[in-house]
């Protein structure tokens, strides 16, 4: 059997704006305007579109959740 083993590479997903904008239940818009801003989560630009590392994004929520009270 040739399975995935632990220590097997694997690239991080890319997500698109519209997966982005799904998951965190955000308008585009939104997610455009903090880009252009310098906020939200770190995005590569891939010809004329935006692309996230959902590593990044996890790391940018993770930021930005509220501390324990």
């Known amino acids: ?3 995935p083993t632990a220590t097997e590479w694997r690239p991080d ?3 698109t704006i519209d997966d982005l904008a799904a998951w ?3 308008p585009k818009n939104t997610l455009y ?3 252009s801003r ?3 989560p770190r995005a590569i630009r891939v ?4 692309r996230y ?3 990044e ?4 929520l993770d930021a930005h959740t509220d501390t324990e009270r």
């Open 1 to 3: 059997m040739n399975g």
């Open 13 to 15: 997903p890319l997500l």
């Open 24 to 26: 965190l239940g955000k």
């Open 33 to 35: 305007a903090w880009h």
């Open 38 to 40: 310098g906020k939200g």
């Open 47 to 50: 010809g004329n579109t935006l």
């Open 53 to 55: 590392r959902r590593s």
């Open 57 to 60: 994004v996890e790391r940018w």
